[in-house]
């Protein structure tokens, strides 16, 4: 499942642009290749982030995995609900499941960003 | 190119997620760790562990030369009976842990890690040749014969009902850690071990290579009712963890001597001799540097292979995690440590190193989980 309207990164995120602000989560793949989410680490509020460097972790059973930011910028919320509950992760990775909220200073970064297309055949490629 | 099962084909229609483990290729899920996890806890599981290597060691010296090569007394052995145990090198240093199943006077089947096989292999041979050259031309074959069983183990508090539904074998007169011979479905001679790495009551099926299929499918279908779930490598180490079984490559290794990975129980001192025996006793009178312990994370995070244990707001370490999870059943970050011996009494208070943050822990006891219905654990 990959959502029309949103920007990709190679490393599995998606961010859902709304004016300068953007919010960022994993994909359906991605919560599909970790198998059930167990944790989530997220920065905090106000902390400073630049594009394509981690942010945060997920782990499932097996495995750790970092965050990626998909832009540069600071942190005005974060999803404690998947903090308190990573499951939500694996049930609804572009709803409830969210991860961070970012205000952006390069907004340009956007650009570099997969399209949902692009995002499709990257996903298809690794099958 | 990896090795696969006679089970692959249910694999890939079971939708397994097949990855690679030490050379095979195995499903490490179908549905996911969790719910497999705890549909073995709660009814019964089924997972293919056809990797696991199987030697037989036979002949009138058979006995005689596993009390050489294993730490545990196989002596006590009765035909019918199983026995965990493990090989040290000279050193003292586990080559591997594995279970004796006694099938005669002379014959005797040896079960070891599917990636230790051979490794494992090659060290007995090598004891064999040395055995041979102080007794010269003796009765005893030690031959590999992983190639001609698979093993399904059928695990959980069904899994008697389930299986004796397939089988004319008595099941109930089969004891914890005691097997039988005989035949599954119309003509599959098995034997059948009531073994198992999951703490549940449970079985162990070896099984003739090529009959793995037709048995994996009817426990399939006998245990629909209770709602049987194929299991994958995922929940196997969730579920040996939460019962701090030891896993090879994990807890034991080979710079690991038995007293300090706690198999002082299978370490019997007292036969005259057996490979490693002088380097352990060595290690006994020294005290062991060194004790494996169950954790338990007292704040949020997931302890990992590697990470490494401190005293509170102390720089130097005093351990290192060998296995950890989020716990299925207890929904708790645990772990098994090789702690300094001076720090591993149960209720200290310890941190762990999470990617650079200190999460506070303690030692804790262990089994981390007993199943409910079973009084006491072997």
Known sequence: ?127 | MLKRTALHEEHLSLKGRLIDFGGWELPVQYSGVIPEHLACRSSVGIFDVSHMGEFFVEGNFAKRFLNILTLNDVSKLDIGQAQYSAICNERGYLVDDLVIYRRGVDRFMVVVNASNTAKDFRHIKSVQESFESKFGSIDLWVTDESARFSQIALQGRNAETILQSITEIPLKKIKTYWFSEGILLDKIQTVVARTGYTGEDGFELYIPWLDAPRVWRALLAAGEKFGITPCGLGARDTLRLEMSYPLYGHELNESTGPLEAGLGWITKLYKEDFVGKSAILKMKECGPRRKLVGIKLLDRGIPRQGYKLYLPSQNESVGEISSGTQSPSLSQAIGIAHVHSMHAGVGKKLEIDIRGKRIPAVICETPFYRPPYQSKLK
């Open chain 1, 1 to 127: 499942m990959i959502l029309e309207n949103l920007k990709y990164t190679k490393d599995h995120e998606w961010a859902n642009v709304e004016g300068k602000n953007a919010i960022v989560g994993i994909t359906h793949h991605a919560q599909e290749a970790l198998g059930d989410v167990v944790f989530v680490e997220l920065p905090q509020v106000g902390s400073k982030l630049e594009a394509h460097k981690t942010f945060g972790v997920v782990e499932s059973i097996k495995a750790v995995s970092d965050l990626f930011s998909p832009v540069s910028g600071t942190v005005l919320e974060i999803n404690s609900a998947a903090v308190n509950d990573p499951a939500v992760v694996n049930t609804d990775p572009y709803g409830s499941g969210w991860m961070i909220k970012i205000e952006m200073s390069n907004p340009s970064e956007l650009d570099s960003l997969l399209s949902a297309a692009d995002y499709k055949k990257l996903v298809e490629a690794t099958r």
